[in-house]
């Protein structure tokens, strides 16, 4: 149980389980964080330990990998992963899938269309594009490259490099033992250092959003209002590339500072940072900027849409970072698939219940949705095999989302029509 007070927290007094219309649903979870006071509060929901036979399960991806193929799910059943996710979820398989996706839309739309897609950083795969990395670096000498392990989180192994000696040590990697010099070397991208990031108080700070796929084929995407700015601890600097405190983002990282105070915190709700954005760039811009933060939701979840194994016991609560530079062009940085729940605060604690609820709630067990919702608590539905048009909410009250709910077109036949509307202003539409 959590040292937070849970919003709304009715007590073990709770007869809700009883009420009439609740059906009963027996959970999983692996889990221990805010997930687990989530549907210990849920009105009939039991938890099942062990073996015992499930209805909805929250687990992690080592349970999913281990367990998945082996498990037979009854119609009704939910889980928290699609079968492969690390293809969006794991940095040298999300750029691979944009690359070929950006590829074909050149191919069969034009260059112009395949421009929408440059909103990563030019990135490298190692040690499989060694060689095409090298021929990039020595283009343009002096700028500044990060390093990251494929397969860690939490700014693990992560570092910057201006010289390609750094990565020779890596090749050669000293650091491994003789009984692992046999082995392979570890995975990692060489990503572009975005070197302009937007600062406040000379801070860097990058975006984590909430995006909820309940379906692949046809991709049906809700994007949730909240969200947060993450700050670091330290003024920004390319003079010392070696301080993670200044350049990693990360909560992992900046919590370990040794001037990180947990309650003051480094994190802006959504809400602050568009109202400091907008004070500063005025409407138009920030409304700008969102909408290509949709843009870039959309496009890397249709970038893996035909590789991701769909499937209607699956849905995904992805957790996107975002980095903004100084020309408030957004940059995806990663997409995780088990975006932490842990809390740094009480209002970071009482987000993420509200959070998780809502999710619940999309997900709806409990069979309470006519499936015609535009809205569920804090999630917009923004794109349902097409994008989902927005008209009359005040637009002031998103956190991100420049779709609308109140208009849906449906299906839609002719997908690039689509995205390209995502990009241009709606026409005769307030903006924010
Ligand atoms: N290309 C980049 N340019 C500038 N900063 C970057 C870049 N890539 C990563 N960073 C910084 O490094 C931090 C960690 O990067 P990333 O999220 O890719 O690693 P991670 O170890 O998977 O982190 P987590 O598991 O917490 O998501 C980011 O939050 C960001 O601040």
């Given amino acids: 149980m959590s040292k937070y007070k849970t919003p709304g927290s009715k007590g073990s007094s709770d007869k809700s389980e009883e009420r009439e219309g609740i059906r009963c649903v027996r959970y999983k979870c692996g889990l221990v964080s805010t997930i687990q006071d989530v549907l210990r509060q849920r009105p009939g929901w039991t938890e099942v330990r062990e073996e015992g036979e499930w209805d909805f399960n929250w687990c992690d991806v080592g349970w999913l990998r281990e367990n998945f193929d082996h498990s037979y799910m009854e119609e009704h059943v939910r889980i928290n992963h699609f079968r492969n996710h690390y293809e ?19 191919r069969d739309v034009g260059r112009m269309e395949a421009s929408k897609c440059d909103f990563f950083p030019c990135t ?106 993450r700050f670091s601890s330290t003024r920004f600097s390319l003079s010392s590339i070696d301080d993670k405190y200044m350049h990693l983002t990360n909560v992992a990282v900046q919590k370990t500072a040794p001037d990180y105070d947990p309650e003051k915190g480094c994190k802006w709700q959504m809400q602050q940072l568009r109202r400091y954005l907008t004070a500063k760039h005025g409407r138009e811009m920030v409304e700008t900027l969102f909408k290509e933060m949709d843009n870039i939701f959309v496009r890397s979840l249709l970038s893996v849409q035909k590789v991701i194994i769909n499937d209607k016991h699956c849905f995904e609560l992805y957790g996107y970072d975002i980095l903004l530079d100084q020309n408030l ?92 509307w995502l990009i241009k202003p709606l026409s005769g539409q307030k903006r924010m």
């Avoid at 969006?88 to 050149?106: A, C, F, G, I, S």
């Avoid at 619940?360 to 999630?379: H, I, S």
């Fill in 329 to 420: 062009k957004p940059w995806l940085i990663e997409v995780n698939a088990s975006p932490s729940h842990t809390p740094s605060s009480q209002e970071d604690y009482e987000m993420k219940c509200r959070l998780l609820e809502d999710t619940l709630n999309v997900v709806d067990m409990e069979g309470r949705l006519t499936g015609k919702e535009k809205r569920v608590g804090g999630y917009d539905l923004m794109w349902n095999d097409g994008p989902v048009y927005k008209e009359d909410f005040n637009l002031e009250t998103f956190g991100s989302s420049c779709f609308t709910a109140n208009t849906h077109l449906g299906c839609v036949n002719d997908r690039e029509k689509q995205l390209r």
């Fill in 124 to 229: 490298f795969a190692l040690p499989s594009e060694y060689h095409l990395f090298v021929e990039e670096f020595k283009r343009s000498p002096g700028n500044t490259w990060i390093m990251k392990p494929v397969a860690k989180s939490q700014g693990k192994g992560i570092f910057l490099f201006r010289k390609l000696k750094d990565i020779m040590d890596w090749k050669k990697d000293g650091t491994r033992s003789e009984e692992q010099k046999d082995t392979q070397v570890e995975s990692y991208v060489a990503q572009r250092y975005i070197e302009n990031p937007y600062l406040i108080n000379g801070r860097k700070f990058d975006l984590r959003v909430y995006v909820l796929v309940t379906s692949y084929v046809p991709l049906k995407v809700w994007l949730y209002r909240d969200g947060f700015a």
């Fill in 88 to 106: 969006l979820t794991r940095k040298n398989l999300m750029v691979k899938n944009l690359k070929r996706y950006r590829k074909n839309l050149e």
